[in-house]
């Protein structure tokens, strides 16, 4: 069955850096766009990043825009993300989903999310 | 940038009853471009309903969604136990850009 796995969150200092990893299993992970959605304690969802099933196309929200950065090793069947110059608000479960490109309107799967948290 | 607001903030029922849960955008929303997600504590979220009344694969058929415009409604007709999580509205924009609502709480 169709399995996404994030790992990679952890305790970060304001302005520092982490990448965030999410290994797809039991699908075509080539076949499918790949986003990263966050929501942060007490909040709602919010959509962070989309990257092309094939790597081609990337886009950010505006309030990651020049800081993080969205990858995919589509070899490895992982997404990526990069986020450098954390802030607290950047404190947030992250989720990698997929959407097909033929139908981004909606995600059809979703991981359990990983944990990131920026204090000092 | 369209403005979901998602109507009550928490519905306290019982299972066997009707849950009736409101998303409402502050600008016309295609019908094809909303959907709508439960997430558990700990859980993945899930997707219900796509394109307004499409059920998502595996989803029972308690859940129903409704509505076009501005407005829209996801409907459970008939409470389980496993139904108690939150349910987020989603609408697609074309820059491309996803906005959810800010969850409606199904509580015991």
């Known amino acids: 069955q169709v399995q996404l796995v994030e790992s990679g969150g952890g305790v970060v200092q304001p302005g520092g850096s982490l990448r965030l990893s999410c290994t797809a299993s039991?699908?075509?992970?080539?076949?499918?766009?790949m986003h990263w959605v966050r929501q942060a304690p007490g909040k709602g969802l919010e959509w962070v990043a989309l990257i092309w099933y094939d790597g081609t196309k990337k886009y950010y929200a505006e309030s990651v825009t020049g800081r993080f950065t969205i990858s995919r090793d589509n070899s490895k069947n992982t997404l990526y993300l990069q986020m450098n110059s954390l802030r607290a608000e950047d404190t947030a479960f992250y989720y990698c989903?997929?959407?097909?490109?033929?139908?981004?309107?909606?995600?059809?799967?979703w991981g359990q999310g990983t944990l990131l948290t920026v204090s000092s | 940038e369209i403005v979901l607001t998602q109507s009550p903030g928490t519905l306290s029922l019982s299972p066997g009853e009707r849950a009736t849960l409101s998303c409402r955008a502050s600008?016309?929303?295609?019908?094809?471009?909303l959907a709508w997600y439960q997430h558990k504590p700990g859980q993945a979220p899930r997707l219900l309903m796509f394109g307004v009344s499409n059920r998502a694969t595996g989803i029972p058929d308690r859940f129903s969604g409704s509505g076009s415009g501005t407005d829209f409604t996801l409907t459970i007709s008939k409470l389980e136990p496993e139904d108690f999580a939150v349910y987020y509205c989603?609408?697609?924009?074309?820059?491309?850009?996803?906005?959810f609502g800010q969850g409606t709480k199904v509580e015991v």
């Open positions: 989903a997929r959407t097909r490109a033929a139908a981004l309107y909606y995600f059809d799967s």
């Open positions: 039991g699908f075509i992970f080539s076949d499918y766009c």
């Open positions: 600008q016309s929303v295609s019908s094809r471009y």
């Open positions: 989603q609408q697609y924009g074309t820059s491309p850009t996803w906005t």
